[in-house]
């Protein structure tokens, strides 16, 4: 076999597969849009891939609402992602993609928190389009690549809930649209299946306005939110290692400090709230090996690290991810692919809260200071590629 052969078998494959290891990073990182389909062969290619991720978050302490201790409050999400590239010229080919980059969701049984929140969720889908502009050199070639993207957010709160009830009173539907950029190089040797990227993507500011109401009548003058999510850069490489196998692996640096607050406006009840985070930079580290059985099927291993962005505003800790994947081609020159990861969430405790005395609670010292223990969740992805 050949490398270029263990390039085309493994490299698409197994590095999409590893992106579910990013799939419940830190902050609200959810999907990356998958621009490396510039680098496969063909005239035109199509990729697809949903992936469904379960965490597990339960609360160990939580002094303002008692009752939610031990119960799972995080919501699973599904990722879906789709791109299709077309080989313009020879030197020139350009990619749309869709993803949800951004995303977070919670639902309790009963109110939390001063908003009495029963249920609170928000995506952020991508649009994208990319372009990469080769270049041969004397032994490889590098690769300039540059796109747009429009980010389209939509937002959902039920609250309102009296202490300890489930009847909700306040509802917020919010949506914006904003747009951004991405920029990268990359240097790649396809002989021996080595390529490095570098890719910077741009932060947006989400000023979203909708619909409130409150008893299930509408609210004059409806809501507004208002948020700062980040700009990050990724670096990327791969190399074959020997005859049939493939490493690779990333390094992810996202400016979450941009992110403060996320406030909420509802002018008809005088509302003026917020999610407080004020967290620090996260960093998501990913690494795998890939290897080719035969012509028609080729699997991965990968771990991912991702650390935690709180600094006691919130509950957002280190999580760990191991996973497994195959590849496998079909007569039609498809190729599907499917995964499996284990996601341990590290425990975090809040510590900003000390000041605020709650009756009855066990050490008033802690205030409304929440924490989770550590929890386990999992991620499913299914995929398929075709080229011509």
Same mark, same amino acid.
């Given at each position: @076999?050949?490398?270029?052969?263990?390039?085309?078998?493994?490299?698409?494959?197994?590095?999409?597969?590893?992106? @579910?290891?990013?799939?419940?990073?830190?902050?609200?990182?959810?999907?990356?849009?998958?621009?490396?389909?510039?680098?496969?062969?063909?005239?035109?290619?199509?990729?697809?891939?949903?992936?469904?991720?379960?965490?597990?978050?339960?609360?160990?302490?939580?002094?303002?609402?008692?009752?939610?201790?031990?119960?799972?409050?995080?919501?699973?999400?599904?990722?879906?992602?789709?791109?299709?590239?077309?080989?313009?010229?020879?030197?020139?080919?350009?990619?749309?993609?869709?993803?949800? =980059?951004?995303?977070?969701?919670?639902? +309790?049984?009963? =109110? =939390?928190?001063?908003?009495?929140?029963?249920?609170?969720?928000?995506? @952020?889908?991508?649009?994208?389009?990319?372009?990469?502009?080769?270049?041969?050199?004397?032994?490889?070639?590098?690769?300039?690549?540059?796109?747009?993207?429009?980010?389209?957010?939509?937002?959902?709160?039920?609250?309102?809930?009296?202490?300890?009830?489930? !009847?909700?009173?306040?509802?917020?539907?919010?949506?914006?649209?904003?747009?951004?950029?991405?920029?990268?190089?990359?240097?790649?040797?396809?002989?021996?299946?080595?390529?490095?990227?570098?890719?910077?993507?741009?932060?947006?500011?989400?000023?979203?306005?909708?619909?409130?109401?409150?008893?299930?009548?509408?609210?004059?003058?409806?809501?507004?939110?208002?948020?700062?999510?980040?700009?990050?850069?990724?670096?990327?490489?791969?190399?074959?290692?020997?005859?049939?196998?493939?490493?690779?692996?990333?390094?992810?640096?996202?400016? +979450?400090?941009?992110?403060?607050?996320?406030?909420?406006?509802?002018?008809?009840?005088?509302?003026?709230?917020?999610?407080?985070?004020?967290?620090?930079?996260?960093?998501?580290?990913?690494?795998? !090996?890939?290897?080719?059985?035969?012509?028609?099927?080729?699997?991965?291993?990968?771990?991912?690290?991702?650390?935690?962005?709180?600094?006691? +505003?919130?509950?957002?800790?280190?999580?760990?991810?191991?996973?497994?994947?195959?590849? @496998?081609?079909?007569?039609?020159?498809?190729?599907?692919?499917?995964?499996?990861?284990?996601?341990?969430?590290?425990?975090?405790?809040?510590?900003?809260?000390?000041?605020?005395?709650?009756?009855?609670?066990?050490?008033?010292?802690?205030?409304?200071?929440?924490?989770?223990?550590?929890? +386990?969740?999992?991620?499913?992805?299914?995929?398929?590629?075709?080229?011509w």
């Amino acid at each position: @076999m050949t490398i270029l052969r263990l390039k085309a078998l493994l490299g698409a494959g197994c590095c999409s597969l590893a992106l @579910m290891g990013s799939a419940h990073a830190s902050g609200f990182s959810r999907g990356t849009a998958d621009t490396d389909i510039l680098f496969e062969d063909g005239n035109f290619n199509m990729r697809t891939s949903v992936t469904y991720v379960a965490p597990t978050r339960k609360y160990s302490v939580n002094p303002m609402n008692p009752y939610l201790v031990g119960e799972n409050y995080s919501d699973s999400y599904a990722i879906p992602s789709a791109a299709v590239k077309f080989k313009l010229t020879d030197s020139l080919s350009c990619a749309g993609t869709l993803t949800q =980059s951004y995303g977070g969701a919670a639902t +309790w049984s009963r =109110s =939390s928190g001063t908003l009495g929140k029963l249920n609170e969720d928000f995506t @952020m889908y991508e649009y994208g389009a990319t372009c990469g502009l080769k270049f041969d050199l004397s032994k490889g070639r590098v690769w300039l690549i540059g796109g747009v993207y429009n980010e389209v957010t939509d937002y959902n709160l039920v609250a309102g809930a009296p202490v300890g009830t489930s !009847i909700p009173v306040l509802g917020v539907d919010l949506h914006d649209s904003n747009f951004g950029w991405r920029a990268g190089i990359a240097y790649e040797i396809p002989e021996i299946a080595l390529r490095t990227q570098l890719m910077y993507r741009s932060g947006v500011d989400i000023n979203a306005s909708g619909a409130a109401s409150f008893q299930g009548t509408d609210l004059p003058g409806g809501a507004t939110g208002q948020a700062n999510f980040p700009q990050s850069v990724e670096f990327k490489a791969q190399t074959g290692i020997a005859p049939g196998w493939l490493a690779y692996g990333s390094v992810k640096w996202t400016d +979450w400090s941009v992110t403060e607050r996320l406030m909420l406006n509802v002018p008809a009840l005088a509302l003026n709230s917020g999610n407080l985070y004020f967290w620090r930079d996260g960093w998501t580290v990913t690494g795998g !090996i890939g290897h080719k059985f035969n012509d028609q099927f080729s699997g991965t291993v990968f771990a991912a690290y991702d650390r935690g962005v709180s600094t006691g +505003w919130d509950l957002t800790g280190d999580s760990y991810t191991i996973g497994t994947g195959v590849s @496998m081609k079909d007569k039609l020159g498809g190729e599907l692919r499917l995964g499996l990861a284990a996601i341990y969430l590290a425990s975090v405790s809040e510590t900003q809260y000390n000041n605020s005395y709650v009756p009855g609670s066990p050490d008033p010292r802690n205030g409304f200071n929440r924490s989770v223990d550590g929890d +386990w969740g999992y991620a499913l992805s299914a995929g398929y590629s075709i080229k011509w």
